[in-house]
């Protein structure tokens, strides 16, 4: 069912329910989710951390890889979450935070299936926020501020160059061979080459810390690996690589 989200309204909703579910469910067949910048360095321990390009809009954003192939979350198998970390992006659902109006608005998908009669109430029978709801609130709060942040961290390392396309070679244990494409990341060469006074704007912006997540998340590559092994399609072998001229694969955006 496609979903619908709407503005969360204390009279609408005042019975609505929402189930909690530390497996994420929802996020079974979700291969990248969206990262931002207050996360990187927790999600840089569990999982990569990667650069994608919105071929609609040219638009750069931050990725979490869960798999290496659409539809597939390597994280989320036997109904159980395998990482200390979960990006906030799958955390929010079945809440967002969307422009409404001239400010920002607390918004929920009605045709969620956590949904239930026996999850959490959203509102006090005086119409008043649950501690759950507020607890929300604060998550979507601190997401939609991070995301923000990211978009600057985002432009301006679009702006400094410092991006480098990269493919990896993938070698399946029945001895398939797959390239994935359209992934980006910082490259190292690039980032030392920089002028003393961008260095000191990148620190005083608060960015250096977050390109150096960047880079450590790819050794996480091979927590991919180690995940499929638990898949009924086991990677074999990973090599990362600069991308050709013409990549035979992209990996699609969010």
Do not use: C
């Amino acid at each position: 069912m496609a979903m619908n989200f709407v503005p969360l309204d204390k009279n609408k909703h005042k019975d609505l329910k929402v189930a909690v579910d530390p497996a994420f469910p929802y996020a079974k067949n979700t291969h990248l989710a969206a990262a931002s910048i207050r996360e990187f360095a927790q999600l840089a321990s569990a999982m990569p951390l990667v650069i994608i390009q919105d071929p609609k809009t040219n638009n750069h954003h931050v990725v979490a890889m869960l798999g290496m192939e659409p539809g597939k979350n390597l994280f989320l198998q036997n109904d159980k979450w395998d990482a200390p970390h979960v990006p906030m992006n799958i955390v929010r659902y079945p809440f967002d935070v969307r422009p409404d109006g001239e400010k920002l608005g607390v918004y929920v998908d009605e045709n969620s299936d956590l949904l239930k009669d026996d999850g959490q109430p959203l509102f006090t029978e005086e119409g008043e926020p649950t501690e759950f709801l507020n607890n929300r609130q604060r998550l979507l709060g601190d997401l939609a501020n991070s995301e923000m942040l990211t978009q600057k961290f985002v432009a301006k390392v679009v702006e400094l160059e410092l991006l480098e396309s990269m493919q990896l070679r993938l070698q399946y244990a029945n001895g398939e061979g797959r390239n994935v494409g359209g992934i980006m990341t910082i490259n190292e060469k690039k980032l030392f080459e920089l002028s003393d006074e961008q260095v000191l704007e990148l620190h005083k912006a608060g960015f250096m810390g977050a390109i150096y997540a960047l880079m450590m998340s790819l050794g996480q590559l091979n927590r991919l690996i180690e995940l499929s092994n638990k898949s009924d399609n086991p990677i074999k072998s990973m090599q990362m690589e600069p991308a050709p001229a013409e990549q035979p694969e992209q990996a699609p955006a969010q």
